[in-house]
């Protein structure tokens, strides 16, 4: 028996590991965990669409790489993913920097300081592809050629000022040149770029807004600090917190704290349009998969769950060690994990206790809302467990109109109410009240059109309210008026009233 070492060929390696799926925003995300793992206080991301050769360099205060440690970094498979590691350390596969790098760009220049010495690397795909001897060329620039690296001039300098950090760049920004004209393509550029800030500001925003006593990263986008954004919107005294429960494997501790975010009663219309996300609270209910403080994965119930409305405020924060990894068959882009059965079991207990108090929350606010009219145009019922909604033939307005009608006319009207009641558009407002909620709202009344329909009952309240105000009163527990309350009152007081 013997063994041939089939050393794969660099070029068709390098070329595969560029579609791995990446995106431009996951791929920032993994070079920032670098800087984080490397201790960083301060992140700068820079692009410029330089004439139609743009380039982005992300350069950090970390604690920096040595000559061997660099040389270490830029290769493939520099980590052990079974190794055991430091908690707070935010790699696997020794993969992330190289691939995340390639999927964007095929050229990588890596530059370092430590202890004073820069070191700088770097990968070019077309030097190997060009290359007769298919190697792994890597090439190691001097002091002369980091010189020349002028895209990233003020970035170098400030790691001269420094006494250790990083700097990462990308040249040959060859994915966005599928269009034709580079007018496009720098639109295509500055849109992708916006997308990463988002996606930026809600993976790494327990970093960004860590809090007084904590230690705190800031990110700058071309020098605008970013902002993090706390999908369980904390700040808010309205959000609910559960208490915090914990799921144990393999004696590791997986920590789980489930949120019902405010009503949309409960906020400002521009509060609760963030919180939503662009997806919307429907799609972004679910479980939140942190590694290390960091998102992983976002608004899933792993199947344990459907997306409905009632429980679209429900956001369950799930806190993973890096240790366990493993089991949750966490990507190489860290952007995808699938929870082992055991902890599905403990996931599904919990979140089977806290659906009550997501859906509590609607149903306590369409209580609230029946309870103030006394008069409404619909009755709510349930029969057989099935639940209906039918026009209330005694309303005073229905039973003032029907008191002028002839027998016949009088079961025409009723017909007519019956129809009307029996094709209730409950499929379009379920629809429309699930996507937004917020914006839903009766049809608009003039103030003649009330003006006339208050003039029905000043007849019969007036002579038992003595004043104005007391027949304002009785008026706005009664529909039309009770849900035009304030325009009610305002066209009450411009009536003259017969004493």
Not at 186 to 208: G, M, P, V
Request: proline share 5%.
């Amino acid at each position: 028996m013997h063994f041939e070492n089939l050393t794969p060929s660099p070029a068709s390696l390098m070329q595969s590991l560029r579609d791995i799926g990446y995106s431009i925003e996951t791929a920032l995300a993994d070079v920032i965990d670098n800087s984080i793992t490397a201790e960083a206080s301060e992140i700068h991301i820079r692009f410029l669409w330089s004439n139609a050769n743009p380039w982005l360099a992300i350069s950090d205060n970390g604690y920096g790489m040595s000559y061997d440690e660099l040389l270490l970094a830029m290769k493939l498979g520099s980590l052990n993913p079974l190794n055991e590691r430091k908690e707070t350390d935010l790699g696997r596969f020794g993969l992330g920097l190289k691939t995340a790098s390639f999927s964007q760009c095929r050229q990588l220049t890596v530059i370092s300081k430590k202890h004073d010495i820069i070191s700088a690397m770097e990968w070019d795909l077309d030097l190997i592809t060009e290359s007769s001897d298919h190697g792994w060329k890597l090439k190691v620039l001097n002091k002369d050629e980091i010189k020349r690296l002028c895209e990233i001039d003020h970035v170098l300098s400030d790691l001269s000022c420094q006494n250790s950090g990083t700097i990462i760049l990308w040249r040959k920004l060859d994915r966005v040149e599928t269009f034709d004209s580079p007018v496009i393509r720098e639109k295509k550029l500055n849109f992708l770029i916006d997308s990463a800030r988002k996606h930026l500001e809600l993976t790494f925003h327990r970093f960004l807004n860590a809090g007084s006593g904590k230690k705190s990263v800031k990110i700058f986008l071309n020098g605008d600090l970013l902002e993090g954004t706390d999908p369980f919107h904390t700040s808010n005294n309205a959000t609910l917190e559960l208490p915090v429960q914990s799921i144990y494997v393999d004696s590791k501790e997986i920590t789980v704290q489930p949120f019902v975010l405010p009503h949309y009663t409960k906020v400002s219309a521009q509060e609760y349009e963030k919180y939503a996300g662009e997806e919307g609270y429907l799609h972004n209910q679910g479980f939140y998969v942190y590694r290390n403080k960091r998102l992983i994965i976002k608004s899933t119930w792993f199947r344990l769950l459907p997306k409905e409305e009632l429980t679209k405020l429900i956001r369950v924060r799930v806190d993973i060690p890096n240790s366990l990894d493993h089991i949750w068959k966490i990507d190489v882009k860290k952007s995808n994990a699938s929870p082992p059965e055991a902890v599905r079991r403990g996931l599904k207990q919990i979140i089977s206790e806290v659906e009550y108090s997501g859906k509590k929350v609607f149903k306590q606010k369409g209580h609230r809302l029946q309870s103030k009219i006394l008069e409404p145009f619909w009755d709510r019922t349930i029969a057989s467990g099935k639940v209906s909604y039918e026009i209330r033939k005694i309303h005073p307005l229905i039973e003032l109109f029907k008191e002028k009608l002839s027998d016949d006319a009088k079961n025409d009207f009723e017909n007519i109410l019956k129809s009307v009641e029996s094709s209730f558009p409950s499929d379009l407002y379920f629809n429309d009240f699930a996507n937004s909620p917020e914006n839903i709202a009766p049809p608009s009344i003039s103030d003649e059109e009330l003006k006339s329909i208050i003039s029905l009952f000043l007849p019969i309240y007036s002579p038992l309210c003595s004043s104005k105000d007391q027949l304002g009163e009785k008026l706005i527990q009664i529909e039309p008026m009770a849900s035009n309350s304030n325009q009610t009152l305002k066209v009450l007081e411009s009536m003259e009233l017969q004493p």
